[in-house]
């Protein structure tokens, strides 16, 4: 007697081994869909500074004075502008380092804000296009 599976004994596994593979794939793809099924998907929110239909960060409504004190005001926090449901040491904001202020007065006092709120920030350069440049030939 061989030690060695029979080759109809070996085919038997691998078919096992097939169609084991195959549910395990339709059940991931099954919960996937649900799972996007439960998705439901959230209408733009609302400024939480001025209730207007634009992101918290493009306010341009109030200056960054009023906006700071809104927010103290309202519980918002100063670094993701979110309601401050959460320590300032674990905000998500701090990750994204392109919304944070890079004032240089900001930060020789450690002072960690939004860049959209902040009064010493220098407002962004203008951007140069093609018919801002003068033309040679108009003389």
């Keep these: 007697m061989s030690k060695r599976p029979s080759s109809s004994d070996s085919d038997e596994w691998k078919h096992q081994a097939q169609l084991m593979m195959t ?4 059940k991931d793809m099954a919960t996937k869909e649900a799972r996007d ?5 959230r209408p733009p929110g609302k400024c939480r500074f001025c209730h207007h239909d634009h992101p918290t960060y493009q306010c341009t409504s109030l200056s960054p004075a009023e906006k700071m ?3 103290v005001k309202k519980n ?24 944070l202020c890079h004032a240089q007065q900001c930060r020789k006092n450690y ?7 902040c009064g010493n920030s220098a407002p962004p350069p203008k951007v140069t296009t093609i018919e801002d440049i003068p033309d040679d030939n108009s003389e």
């Design 76 to 99: 918002i926090c100063i670094i993701c502008l979110a309601y401050a449901h959460h320590h300032p040491a674990s905000c998500r904001g701090l990750r994204m380092t392109n919304t």
């Design 111 to 117: 002072n960690i804000h939004n860049a959209s709120i």
């Design 23 to 26: 549910a395990w794939k339709l």
């Design 69 to 71: 004190e809104k927010a």
């Design 37 to 41: 099924r439960q998705k439901t998907t």
